[in-house]
């Protein structure tokens, strides 16, 4: 390992080690190239460096291959119907729910953002939901009228569907249909508060139209969300298994 590589462990680890602390925020990242040369004392330097990293490398390891919850079924990333992805969604409802102390009517999770085929059965690693969700979106919620999330929803059916939780929908050649939130039919003149990664809720993977809802951040990390919901299930001898959403045609 370079001279460069092991400062950048450790400034990784360092965020690491502070992540648990919310009033701190990270706001930039500046990179700059160092020429070392390698001689007698650079070699004694890295040694040290070492030395010095080993022991937070055995933590953070340690850290992340502790049991947060258990899983009861191979949960799959599969389709919109894939229960993983529902899972993810319910988890982003709790914890903006718990955050924004308001009601949260439904969440979509994308599946691109999804980043393992599935969470099999048995006990669940810190470090599995760091591989599920490796990037560090923010958990946010969009007020957005009935007729609107009806235009939101086609643009997502023709992606062929999103796993989602809180609302059921239908899909065709032509879009959504037949959508009920919370088992009730939609209706155009509502506004539905909507969980989403502030990825595309900014208008990631091509989702532009919802770049005009004004956002609620919650101000906690989608993956952060998800382990505090995954420790949560566990503490509450909860079973991780929601039912399907979303049937397709």
């Known amino acids: 390992m370079t001279h460069r590589q092991k400062l950048l462990v450790l400034l990784g680890i360092s965020f690491f080690l502070h992540a648990c602390q919310r009033s701190?925020?990270?706001?930039?990242?500046?990179e700059e190239n160092i020429e070392v040369k390698s001689d007698s004392t650079t070699q004694n330097t890295l040694g040290s460096l070492d030395s010095l990293l080993l022991p937070y490398q055995e933590i953070l390891l340690d850290s992340m291959a502790q049991p947060i919850a258990h899983v009861h079924e191979d949960l799959l990333k599969a389709d919109a119907n894939g229960k993983l992805g529902i899972l993810?969604?319910?988890?982003?409802?709790?914890?903006?729910?718990?955050?924004?102390?308001?009601?949260v009517d439904c969440a979509f999770m994308n599946r691109g953002g999804i980043r393992v085929p599935v969470l099999k059965a048995?006990?669940?690693?810190?470090?599995r939901v760091y591989e599920l969700m490796p990037f560090d979106n923010y958990l946010v919620v969009l007020?957005?009228?009935?007729?609107?999330?009806?235009?939101?929803?086609?643009?997502?059916?023709?992606?062929?569907?999103?796993?989602?939780y809180g609302i059921s929908y239908k899909i065709d050649d032509q879009g959504a249909f037949d959508i009920k939130i919370d088992g009730i039919p939609i209706n155009g003149q509502q506004l539905y508060q909507v969980a989403l990664s502030d990825y595309i809720a900014n208008g990631g993977d091509k989702m532009?139209?919802?770049?005009?809802?004004?956002?609620?951040?919650t101000g906690l990390g989608l993956r952060d969300a998800f382990i505090e919901y995954f420790i949560m299930i566990n503490q509450s001898d909860q079973v991780i298994m929601p039912d399907p959403h979303i049937v397709l045609r």
């Open 208 to 217: 532009a139209i919802l770049k005009q809802f004004e956002q609620k951040n």
């Open 143 to 164: 007020e957005i009228p009935g007729d609107s999330l009806q235009k939101v929803l086609d643009v997502i059916a023709l992606k062929g569907g999103w796993p989602a």
């Open 88 to 103: 993810m969604s319910k988890a982003m409802i709790n914890r903006a729910e718990n955050l924004l102390n308001q009601k």
């Open 122 to 127: 048995g006990p669940l690693a810190l470090g």
């Open 24 to 30: 701190l925020q990270f706001v930039r990242f500046e």
